[in-house]
């Protein structure tokens, strides 16, 4: 029999439609009569558990259709809709990030429940860190794990194209953000976010940050608002406030980086002679994106040089020559 959690958190996954956590929660109770012995039982267990997962796949992707918006009028120059389907597993996190990012996921499916004693999930996020390490593939991975549509505001458009009307223009996304739940990114926030007085916040980005410090204070009705910043140091202190949570970005140090390569090259000959310790310290400093461009250049140069296999030397030379070419942009 199953135990009396198990019973609940299976009834409480249903009721927050959380599928991954009821199919998590049923193969725990297939494993459990297996070890029991009651073998057919368990036989059955996942076989109605894999149906079932199959189904709800095609119940996702046929939902997805419905729940499409689209932006209309003027909002369509400012919110630049998609339907990502990345998930949280295809991200390489330290185990604490990790745990931040699924706590944000694991309370907005469970909105209802803490609205129920008025409370608000974690929704207005702030994301810092180096370029190329995962901030705006976490905005759809919760896009992605929530099934909501993910909308990036077109923040160059909202300084430079609408002088003067810059605040009219913020309160449509606002509205939008009230009205339809979504995942809204403002990437490259700095460039609103400027520090008040440091002398880069001249006129209309002094307006529309005002505004925005103004429309952080209301709730963002069901929705995920997220703002992502290579700078943070230059982000005005009143805005750090305003936010739910702070996820900070940083480079892979070396089981990361260790890992990145493994799942780069996981289907690659010869990636089970390399040596990845050595890889890794001539990786050391490079972002996640730096790492995954590196590894196919290496690839593509095994394929075009017709090698059979991969090995350490054209995974160092392609390092030394991207280190040399990230160099060169400084
Ligand atoms: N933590 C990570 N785990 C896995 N892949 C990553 C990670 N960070 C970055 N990447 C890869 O690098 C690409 C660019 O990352 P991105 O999220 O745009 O970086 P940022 O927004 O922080 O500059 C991603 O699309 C992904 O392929
Ligand atoms: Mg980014």
Redesign the pocket.
């Given at each position: 029999m199953p135990t009396a959690d198990q019973l609940k958190a299976l009834v409480r996954s249903f009721c927050d439609k959380d599928d991954a956590q009821f199919f998590a929660i049923a193969l725990q109770m297939a494993a459990a009569e297996a070890r029991k012995g009651h073998h057919e039982l368990a036989g059955e267990l996942k076989a109605l558990i894999d149906k079932g997962k199959v189904h709800s796949a095609s119940f996702i992707s046929s939902r997805n259709p419905i729940s499409i918006v689209t932006p209309r009028g003027e909002l369509a120059d400012l919110l630049n809709v998609s339907h990502p389907e990345t998930r949280l597993s295809?991200?390489?996190?330290t185990k604490e990030l990790c745990k931040r990012i699924e706590r944000i996921i694991s309370e907005q499916r469970q909105i209802n429940k803490l609205k129920g004693h008025n409370l608000y999930p974690r929704q207005k996020l702030l994301l810092t860190?180096a370029?190329?390490?995962?901030?705006?593939?976490t905005a759809s991975v919760l896009a992605g794990e929530l099934r909501l549509p993910l909308m990036v505001v077109r923040l160059e458009g909202l300084i430079t194209k609408y002088l003067g009307e810059s605040a009219s223009k913020l309160r449509l996304i606002f509205d939008a953000i009230e009205k339809t739940r979504a995942v809204y990114l403002f990437d490259e926030f700095d460039s609103i976010g400027f520090e008040r007085g440091s002398g880069l916040d001249v006129g209309e980005i002094r307006r529309i940050l005002n505004s925005f410090l103004t429309f952080m204070e209301y709730q963002a009705g069901n929705s995920l608002l997220v703002a992502?910043t290579n700078c943070a140091q230059n982000l005005d202190s009143a805005l750090f406030r305003r936010f739910d949570d702070l996820l900070e970005?940083e480079k892979p140090q070396s089981q990361l980086i260790i890992e990145t390569f493994k799942r780069r090259l996981c289907l690659v000959p010869g990636k089970e002679n390399l040596d990845f310790k050595k890889i890794a310290l001539e990786a050391k400093g490079m972002?996640?994106?730096e790492i995954?461009k590196t590894c196919d250049e290496a690839i593509k140069e095994m394929i075009l040089g017709d090698k059979t296999e991969i090995n350490t030397g054209n995974l160092v030379k392609a390092l030394r020559e991207r280190r040399a070419f990230l160099k060169g942009r400084e």
């Open positions: 295809e991200m390489i996190l860190g370029p190329g390490c995962g901030k705006t593939m992502a970005f972002s996640f994106a995954i």
